[in-house]
């Protein structure tokens, strides 16, 4: 099962680029730096750790 890379901050609407900076919980719920910074780097919705989410060069055709 692939990780789902969402493409906006779920708290300020922010894109995110598949190469740029985001971070995750392990529910997947997905950050930009700034409101993971404002966070404590603390997932609202499950109280999970926020890390940084790995990066991919591209999106995948299809």
Do not use: Q
């Amino acid at each position: 099962m692939a990780l789902e890379m969402r493409d906006r901050c779920e708290k300020c609407e922010t894109g995110l680029p598949w190469g740029g900076d985001a971070y995750i919980c392990s529910y997947e719920c997905t950050f930009c730096h700034r409101c993971s910074e404002g966070m404590i780097y603390t997932c609202p919705n499950c109280g999970g750790e926020l890390l940084r989410r790995p990066v991919r060069k591209e999106k995948p055709a299809g």
